[in-house]
């Protein structure tokens, strides 16, 4: 692909980001809005008007000092001194009225952002399961971040000063071609396709050296959060210094990078000197040579340099406003690209709200694998009756995590049914079936607020009272209330501040406050020493009696009560049964039981035989 085609694409992708922003500015029936964009437009051509007109006094004033003679006699009659006061206000005025632009236009924008963002907010949430697998919180987060800014920049630097530029451009050669020559007109229109055309083109090379940098940079940031999200690990593995190494890598990279940015920069700078300078001087030569012919006065040689000067310094911030232009279009094409991901789990069209009846859930033939060829449910056939537990056991892989990600439609089955209460999951909407389903996973995950805080995600509307009586039921209330700032705790990055066996109960807390129907416990009891286990179940039993449970299960002590055993090997059902059932049967679940308890035989003894 050639440079220009390059450019024509990223333009093209750029106008795309650009349609998308448009209905934040000039949204459907928010007629505040509407008016407030067309006062901030007023205020903006009047203070661009206002400002074309100030050189005009600055002329008359030295036309009036160096008494030049001329034939407007309003001018005669306010002399210099009105003249130079006309001058300032004419500034002020200017000024004026680009503030009251900006006054005007900063809801319009601030309320765009904010929209913008929580669009986008919302729709990383909707994305699917294996989406968040395969990307990097780090990298979202900073496509998000720069998206968000980039939009900001457009906002305030395109409309509000691009657009007035031109129309500033637009006039001053209108007047120089009117009141002196045209070729005045045509050196200045002459230097401006020069610079922008400089400036587009180095602009365009520079782009590139920038979204290496943006690239280098999200590695680098990518690596450092997950080396803190990972800071345990990297404390058990002495990684310290690798980790240091993996980061140092990644910015060495941004490094030279941002070398490159910078010495293009450089480069980019002088060149648009160069010829704004030329330009310049090329006019206020073509002035001086006319009032040495008598042509012109000194006012008007004084107005061309005033004229020139004004053009320059926007143009120097035209160099500026396009290659941030450029950059924000490229990080808001990143945002959108974002919001464009399709959800890979989505509601059908009309789909109803899931009538829980008695909370059966049946898995009906399923299949299901993660990738097309790698399988990791084959035909699987479960039923568990309104109010029964049901355990599912088996090796690591065969597939036990996989049915409750299945049963909160996390993914879709690709083939058979999962159904609750004869309703397929894929027919009812999300909401409700995440309403139906309490989940205590394996490894609970607590956010960096206060211990009443991740308890109340149960169900926040739920009284103090209702709260506390979840967290004695999973037997936490009593360390909390030890804590010196009990409930209001905080546990710290990801629940840090807690031991394992104390992020769990919360998230039985959690999940006993939200009071579901349907229950699914993932490997619930783990991360618990023996006694607090003995006392969890306890409450779970109870917390289960008149719903549906689903545990996932390694340890099968904790299970034999359940009302039927499904065993699970390479995701295919090898035998189901009640406990007793089964060990009668002789089969796996015998084989893992009499292995099992052979191991915690051995975990009992280890301790006499070190007394002894």
């Known amino acids: 692909m ?27 029936g928010e007629a505040w809005v509407k008016r407030r964009v067309v006062l901030s437009l007023t205020a903006l051509t009047m203070a661009k008007v206002i400002s074309v007109l100030t050189p005009f006094f600055y002329k008359a004033a030295v036309d009036a000092l160096t008494g030049e003679s001329r034939d407007d006699a309003w001018l005669l009659a306010v002399g210099a001194i009105g003249l130079t006061v006309a001058y300032g206000m004419a500034r002020v005025g200017t000024i004026g009225f680009n503030e009251l632009r900006d006054v005007i236009f900063v809801r319009v924008a601030q309320r765009a952002l904010r929209k913008l963002a929580l669009e986008t907010f919302t729709h990383i949430h909707r994305l699917s399961m294996r989406y968040h697998i395969t990307r990097k919180t780090g990298g979202l987060s900073r496509i998000i971040e720069r998206g968000v ?9 395109m409309l509000l000063s691009v657009g007035p530029l031109i129309l500033e451009l637009t006039m001053v050669t209108v007047i120089f071609a009117v009141l002196f020559d045209w070729r005045y007109a045509a050196v200045v229109l002459v230097t401006i396709t020069l610079y922008v055309t400089f400036t587009f083109k180095v602009t365009e090379w520079r782009v590139k050296i920038r979204r290496q940098m943006n690239e280098q940079d999200t590695d680098a940031n990518q690596k450092a959060v997950d080396s803190l999200l990972n800071f345990e690990t990297v404390k058990y593995f002495g990684a310290e210094a690798r980790e240091a190494h993996r980061y140092d890598e990644a910015m060495k990279g941004y490094e030279a990078a941002a070398i490159k940015t910078g010495q293009s920069l450089s480069l980019l700078n002088f060149g648009q000197a160069l010829l704004i300078t030329m330009g310049l001087v090329i006019v206020m030569v073509m002035a001086a040579l006319g009032v040495q012919a ?45 919001l464009g991901q399709p959800a890979e789990i989505t509601d059908k069209r009309g789909a109803k709200d899931l009538n829980v009846t008695g909370g059966a859930v049946e898995l009906d033939d399923v299949s299901f694998g993660y990738e097309a060829a790698r399988p990791i449910l084959k035909g699987v056939n479960i039923r568990a009756g309104a109010g029964e537990t049901v355990a599912i056991v088996g090796p690591s892989g065969s597939g036990k995590s996989t049915i409750g990600r299945l049963l909160f439609r996390f993914y879709d089955v690709t083939g058979g049914a999962l159904r609750i209460d004869g309703q397929d999951v894929r027919d009812i909407t999300q909401d409700s079936l995440h309403d139906q389903i309490g989940v205590v996973p394996q490894d609970t995950v607590l956010f960096n607020d206060t211990i009443l805080y991740n308890i109340a995600y149960g169900r926040p509307e739920a009284s103090r009272e209702e709260l506390i009586a979840a967290a004695q039921a999973a037997k936490i209330h009593d360390f909390v209330v030890s804590l010196p700032e009990g409930y209001e705790t905080k546990v710290g990055e990801r629940g840090l501040k807690l031991s394992g066996g104390e992020k769990q109960r919360v998230g039985i807390a ?91 035989e051995t975990e009992r003894e280890a301790p006499r035989a070190a007394a002894g």
């Open 294 to 338: 008598g042509a012109l006065t000194v006012g008007d040689f004084v107005m061309v340099n005033a004229y020139m000067i004004q053009i320059t310094m926007p143009l120097n911030f035209l160099g500026t406003v396009y290659r941030e232009i450029r950059q924000s279009l490229v990080d808001m094409g990143e945002m959108f690209d974002l």
């Open 149 to 157: 800014k980039g939009v900001e920049f457009l906002l305030r630097f």
């Open 2 to 28: 050639t440079g220009e085609t390059q450019v024509t694409t990223g333009w093209q992708r750029g106008a795309g980001t650009l349609k998308r922003v448009a209905p934040y500015l000039w949204p459907e």
């Open 510 to 600: 959690r999940t006993l406050l939200k009071n579901p129907p349907i229950l699914l416990l993932d490997e619930a009891t783990s991360a618990l020493d023996t006694q607090t286990e003995r006392d969890i179940q306890e409450s779970l039993k109870a917390m289960g009696e008149g719903r549906t449970v689903i545990t996932i299960a390694h340890r099968l002590s904790t299970i034999a009560d359940a009302d039927r055993i499904v065993v699970l090997e390479k995701g295919e059902v090898v035998e189901e049964g009640r406990h007793e059932a089964l060990l009668a049967r002789g089969g796996r679940y015998a084989a893992m039981w009499a292995r099992q308890s052979a191991e915690e």
